[in-house]
T-cell receptor, first 115, second 109 residues
Framework: ETGVTQTPRHLVMGMTNKKSLKCEQH?????MYWYKQSAKKPLELMFV???????ENNSVPSRFSPECPNSSHLFLHLHTLQPEDSALYLC??????????????FGPGTRLLVL | GQNIDQPTEMTATEGAIVQINCTYQ??????LFWYQQHAGEAPTFLSY??LDGLEEKGRFSSFLSRSKGYSYLLLKELQMKDSASYLCAVRDSNYQLIWGAGTKLIIKP
């Protein structure tokens, strides 16, 4: 248990569906991240929020829409996804700042399958 | 471009020692991380190196050579529970984490 929870753990959706992924951290951190993890590929950073403000958007398609209502919660809204979006979506948090304090702590991920 | 290289898969025997290498080419360097990820679970932090040399934490050690752009993770007295993927990540000059694809370690009895 890392202090970062994600729901749902598994999700199957059609290309016309709308769904949301939820992440919650109980570590008092100020930065939160969304990553995409595909088989045998490096983690792909999607979005970064620092003190609820989006500070990074790595050219992610608009069918992925993040929301950060407070420093403890992060959502990823999904709509009209493509089969190639099937992957493990990981949420992480960090204290915010440089040095070892910037270690990221990950949630267990949501395994997404787009049909 | 920025790149992290690590072997795709390694196999070792229970009780033995294994070394997982990581080489990197990044724009700047502000530390190197190793994470462990069991199948279907969250990556968990193992170690952090920012200065050259060896950092030891129980059965796990991590080494860094900044001049060579090289790190390794050394696992001693291997146990079956060590079967997992090991992810190397480097923080670049913009404090972004650049990730390797991970090394899947298979431990055999």
């Amino acid at each position: 248990e890392t202090g970062v929870t994600q729901t749902p753990r598994h999700l199957v959706m059609g290309m016309t569906n709308k769904k949301s992924l939820k992440c919650e951290q109980h570590l008092g951190h100020n930065a939160m991240y969304w990553y995409k993890q595909s088989a045998k590929k490096p983690l792909e950073l999607m979005f970064v929020y620092n003190f609820k403000e989006q500070t990074e958007n790595n050219s992610v398609p608009s069918r992925f829409s993040p929301e950060c209502p407070n420093s403890s919660h992060l959502f990823l809204h999904l709509h009209t996804l493509q089969p190639e979006d099937s992957a493990l979506y990981l949420c992480a948090s960090s204290p915010a700042g440089a040095g070892e304090q910037e270690t990221q702590y990950f949630g267990p991920g949501t395994r997404l399958l787009v049909l | 471009g920025q790149n992290i290289d690590q072997p795709t898969e390694m196999t070792a025997t229970e009780g033995a020692i294994v070394q997982i290498n990581c080489t990197y080419q990044t724009s700047g360097f502000n530390g190197l991380f190793w994470y462990q990820q069991h199948a279907g679970e969250a990556p968990t932090f193992l170690s952090y190196n920012v200065l050259d040399g060896l950092e030891e934490k129980g059965r796990f050690s991590s080494f860094l050579s900044r001049s060579k752009g090289y790190s390794y993770l050394l696992l001693k007295e291997l146990q079956m529970k060590d079967s997992a993927s090991y992810l190397c990540a480097v923080r670049d000059s913009n404090y972004q984490l650049i990730w390797g694809a991970g090394t899947k370690l298979i431990i055999k009895p």
